[in-house]
Nanobody, 121 residues
Framework: QVQLVESGGGLVQAGGSLRLSCAAS????????MGWYRQAPGKQRELVAT???????VYADSVKGRFTISRDSAKNTVYLQMNSPKPEDTAVYYC???????????????WGQGTQVTVSS
């Protein structure tokens, strides 16, 4: 069973920094890409950033220049470095991954449990 375990959420002051981590574990054949989504109260879930095994990273316009997504392939871990966060960044952040567990089976989507990030002014 594949699972995504998140850590690093919490309270941060505006203009500070925070780093979220998400580690994928289980019987994994390959990870096609990993990313982060977020959902604020009363709003729809939205993409924050994604990082494929090869190719370009993708960021939401609202976080470009402030957030950085990175990965550690040896640990099957993706990170989201949040610099200069704003109160508007307050949301539940969800780790997401597109993972193949068998070379002859279709890949599937996996979600972390979500971690609360609160940015105070």
């Amino acid at each position: 069973q594949v699972q995504l375990v998140e850590s690093g959420g919490g309270l941060v002051q505006a203009g500070g920094s925070l780093r979220l981590s998400c580690a994928a574990s289980g019987s994994i054949f390959s990870i096609i890409y990993m990313g982060w989504y977020r959902q604020a109260p009363g709003k729809q879930r939205e993409l924050v950033a994604t990082i494929p095994s090869a190719g370009s990273t993708v960021y939401a316009d609202s976080v470009k220049g402030r957030f950085t997504i990175s990965r550690d392939s040896a640990k099957n871990t993706v990170y989201l470095q949040m610099n200069s966060p704003k109160p508007e960044d307050t949301a539940v952040y969800y780790c997401y991954a597109w993972i193949s567990v068998h070379p002859q089976r279709p890949a599937g989507s996996y979600w972390g449990q979500g971690t609360q990030v609160t940015v105070s002014s």
